[in-house]
């Protein structure tokens, strides 16, 4: 099971919260946006959620990943996964400039 946490819009203590019943709940995997709203994820956020969570259970950064280095700072901030609408640019090393919009 997939539990999709709007990081932008909580507090740390509601992320947090929300991962200890993502968790509670037997979730696989907590995602950190659905993609419809102002932002989408951010190192610090997935740290936060990686510690919440602990090793065992999934952790997507979705929204605002668009090149090697969001990845990359992603990864080393705890995801195990990536939602990114420009992964065949980033995958292809395409050094374009991508949309900053969210």
């Not at 419809?36 to 190192?43: C, D, E, I, K, L």
């Not at 080393?76 to 919009?101: E, L, M």
Request: proline share 2%; charged share 25%; hydrophobic share 40%.
């Amino acid at each position: 099971m997939k539990v999709i946490i709007e990081t932008c819009l909580l507090t740390d203590e509601e992320k947090v919260k929300a991962c200890e019943l993502s968790v509670k709940a037997g979730a696989d995997f907590v995602k950190t946006s659905t993609g419809f709203s102002t932002g989408g994820a951010t190192a610090e956020d997935i740290a936060l959620m990686r510690k919440t969570v602990g090793p065992d259970i999934g952790v997507k950064a979705s929204g605002g990943v668009r090149t090697k280095e969001d990845v990359e700072a992603m990864t080393a901030a705890g995801a195990t996964r990536i939602g990114a609408s420009a992964g065949v640019s980033i995958i292809k090393g395409d050094q374009s400039a991508p949309s900053k919009d969210y």
